[in-house]
């Protein structure tokens, strides 16, 4: 079997061998610059991995695999417009470098680029590989309006959440490992069962994220910690604090996050000492490893040979401690 | 066979019958509003025309004609983003009504329900049928944004001109034609003729708006005759007189583009005297005649019953002396 690395690299190299027409230039440019800008490749990397332990032929997957990162990188194109993001990974945005209609606009292809490149399957599996695609496609657009409408509301409950984050994030990987099943050769029964360990590992992991968010080691995760906290973002803790703070505490949260006169400091700390005094941060470990114990349930179902069955448990597990 | 307006018929009627999930609203509203504005239904029409033309079920090619539709419609909600377009047919655009973002998200999600549409068709014809949609698409993508770079531009030639309506209106055309006929049992060179009598007949259509934009009959002509000298828009008359105007007809053309102190009555009396001084008119019509020409030979040449012919004729004829 091959690594993880390995199958980022030939990711990254095949990537870099994508070519796209070179007019009109503000179509295309924009669609290798987002492309260049990097990433770790986790979601095509999946999808060769899944072909890989099926026993399938890597390359036959290749194509399908790219066509996961131009479509991951087209929702971020759009998606940086929607958020006013100035940056994506430290470079300029789209639509910051070029113009809003260029981001649209570009977009809008990859997406189209996205189809072409998935379609590069044989032809028994065309369609069952498009209606995957269809779906978790589907999904990712309905989790980011979600994600959008979370905002302007002050009572999301957890399970609202839960199936935001599914939507928004899981899918994908769960997309991304039932198609490479499939390529590889996998029963659509064992190919449905990764599918859930994907889903269900990918909600652990954005769980994780929001844990981690807060009480994540500062040397070693990546963004500044409390970021959540200062843009009072809905994350799992700020839900479930929301849900469980009574009276001087509810009063106080809310003080924390309506008004603009403190420093962000200090209102990470605040923000944090009202989570600790509520468990926020048990609850949030417990929801996690019930996702993590729910991606390892579906995992066992699989008819996979046991050291296949452990790579996959290795994957989950580095997947589920980085970085704190 | 059935008449055209039998086909819009059917089309309308399948539209107000397509229907979205509820929930998230703001992502499936906005379909379902776009394709309630109407039009004339004539893409999705002439996708049904070329089935029944060849002898196809016209049910068959029912959801592949209501996935052009949606196409469509996702385009002209994209298009009304980057045009800041306040009205639809009289109607106010989804980004006006809803914001921006839910008129980028909502169109992304109608991109991909139109390949879900588009998809139902035969295992036999997927591919090739995804294949032609998948090129419309770019193809209209390509056109938008070139057509976006001209508004920038003052040195654009007629080919380039010809090429742009051909990416953006006519490709449509001839890929619903295509699709169509396909479905109906042509064979492939037939298919392929009938679409190069759409991408003609669709230039040609094109051009014709140009001069009814100018010289159409008020009474008439859906839209306010002049609109586009009024907005400077780059029509065929426009780009062909600023390659023909010399010195102070040069000049004049130039201060009426660039001034903004004319009264609108004016600019469209002045523009349109430069235009008859030059004869734009007249190249303008041979210019349509001769893709209108193209058309009909293109039509000579494919394998079908005269009468099939004639009707498919009379079609053309009645697109191309409409309302003036």
């Known amino acids: 079997m091959k690594k993880l690395e390995e199958l980022q690299e030939i990711i990254s ?23 260049s800008i990097g990433g770790k490749r986790m979601r095509p990397a999946l999808l060769l991995m899944a072909c890989d332990l099926f026993g399938g032929n890597v390359d036959e997957a290749l194509a399908p695999a790219l066509a996961i990162e131009v479509f991951h990188n087209f929702t971020l194109m759009h998606d940086d417009i929607m958020d006013n993001a100035p940056l994506r ?9 070029w113009n809003k209609n260029v981001a649209i606009l570009s977009g809008d292809v990859m997406l189209i680029e996205g189809y ?10 065309l369609r069952q590989i498009l209606d995957i695609f269809n779906n ?21 409950a957890i399970n609202e959440y839960i199936n935001m984050i599914r939507l928004k994030t899981a899918v994908v990987l769960g997309g991304a490992l039932k198609i490479g099943a ?3 050769g996998a029963e659509l029964k064992d190919a449905d069962l990764l599918c859930d360990f994907g889903e269900h ?9 929001d844990i981690l968010d807060v009480y994540g080691d500062p040397e070693k995760f990546g963004k500044q910690v409390g970021g959540d906290i200062i843009s009072n973002k809905k994350t799992y803790l700020l839900i479930k604090a929301l849900e469980l703070a009574k009276d001087h505490r509810a009063v106080e949260l809310n003080s924390l996050l309506n008004n603009k006169q403190f420093d962000n400091v ?26 993590a114990d729910k991606a390892f349930k579906a995992l066992d179902a699989i008819n996979l040979p046991d050291e296949h069955k452990q790579y996959l448990r290795d994957f989950a597990d580095g997947l589920m401690v980085r970085e704190n």
Chains 1, 2 share one sequence.
């Open 116 to 125: 072409k490149l998935m379609m590069q399957v044989k032809d028994h599996l």
């Open 89 to 97: 990974r430290g470079r300029t945005t789209v639509h910051e470098r």
């Open 201 to 209: 590992l990918g909600i652990a992991f954005q769980l994780q994220d």
């Open 13 to 35: 190299e095949a990537v870099t061998r994508l070519s796209f027409p070179i007019h009109p230039a503000e179509l295309y440019e924009p669609i290798s610059y987002i492309l």
């Open 182 to 184: 499939l390529i590889g």
């Open 136 to 156: 978790t496609a589907v999904g990712v657009c309905e989790g980011q309006q979600i994600d959008m409408e979370f905002e302007q509301r002050n009572n999301v």
């Open 266 to 291: 200090e209102k990470v700390r605040a923000v944090t000492d009202i989570y600790n005094s509520l468990n926020v941060r048990q609850y949030a470990d417990t929801e996690m490893q019930e996702y």
